[in-house]
C-alpha cells in the first residue's frame, strides 16, 4: 500500500504535468480505489490508507495535493456508504484543503464533497 501510495509524489518531471496528471488519473487512482475495495470491510486498511492519502494532500505542489484529493475522491465512491467509517478523519483535511492556495484544488474539494454526501446520503458541509 505505502509504495503506490507514494507514487502520488513522483511527478517525474515537473515540466510534463500532462504525463503525470494521465498517470495519476488512468493509472493510479483505479488501482488504489480498487485496493480499497478488495479490502473489503478493513476498517482498519481503509483508515491507514486514507490517512496516507491525505498527508499527500499537505504537500508543497499544487498538482500533487490535486490528485491526492482526486483519488481520495475515487476511493470514497468505490467504498460508498461504507466511507462512514474513515469520515472523522477526512473532515479536517477537507477543510483545509477548502482554503487552499490552488484554486484547482479548491475545486476539487467542492466535488470530492458532493460525491461523499452523494454515497453517505449525510451533510458533510455541516462539519466544515
Keep these: 500500500m505505502e509504495p503506490l501510495v507514494e507514487q502520488i509524489t513522483n511527478t517525474l518531471s515537473s515540466e510534463d504535468h500532462e ?35 491525505l498527508i499527500k494532500t499537505r504537500e ?36 483545509e484543503l477548502m482554503e487552499d492556495e490552488c484554486e484547482d484544488v479548491e475545486k476539487e474539494v467542492q466535488e470530492t464533497i458532493k460525491s461523499i454526501e452523494a454515497v453517505t446520503g449525510e451533510s458533510v458541509q455541516q462539519y466544515l
Design 60 to 95: 508543497s505542489k499544487p498538482m500533487v495535493r490535486l490528485c491526492a484529493l482526486q483519488i481520495a475522491g475515487s476511493m470514497y465512491s468505490k467504498l460508498g456508504s461504507e466511507v462512514n467509517v474513515i469520515l472523522p478523519e477526512i473532515i479536517p483535511f477537507l477543510s
Design 19 to 53: 504525463l503525470y496528471l494521465t498517470l495519476m488519473r488512468s493509472h493510479l487512482s483505479p488501482c488504489i480505489a480498487q485496493l480499497a475495495v478488495a479490502t473489503s470491510s478493513g476498517e482498519t486498511q481503509w483508515k491507514k490508507l486514507n490517512q496516507q492519502l
